[in-house]
């Protein structure tokens, strides 16, 4: 079944940096598009990021420039680089592939 397992969160002071993974198994990763939601208390969930599996990125207005998605076939790992942090990146980091999601990686910005 499908399983993805997200580390790399923590707290850093804002204009600091986190390079958050996704460790996915259970289905073909090379051939899968893969995605980066967030959600801060009270919100709802945003999409971050999107990697397909050509290589093809899309990121959301308030992360464009600063956020970085990328992938790594041989290691089946979507990684999420965040640049310059604003505290309004304060969020619940979530992997996705389809309608599955993992457990979530806390990133706090102060």
């Known amino acids: 079944h499908v399983q993805l397992v997200e580390s790399g969160g923590g707290s850093v002071q804002a204009g600091g940096s986190l390079r958050l993974s996704c460790t996915a198994s259970?289905?073909?990763?090379?051939?899968?598009?893969m995605g980066w939601f967030r959600q801060a208390p009270g919100n709802e969930c945003e999409l971050v990021s999107t990697?397909?599996?050509?290589?093809?990125?899309y990121y959301a207005d308030s992360v464009k420039g600063r956020f970085t998605i990328s992938r790594d076939n041989a290691k089946n790992t979507p990684y999420l680089q965040l640049n310059s942090l604003q505290t309004e990146d304060t969020a619940m980091y979530y992997c996705?592939?389809?309608?599955?999601r993992g457990q979530g990686t806390q990133v706090t910005v102060s």
């Open positions: 259970g289905f073909t990763f090379d051939v899968a598009a």
């Open positions: 990697i397909s599996s050509d290589g093809s990125t």
């Open positions: 996705k592939r389809g309608e599955t």
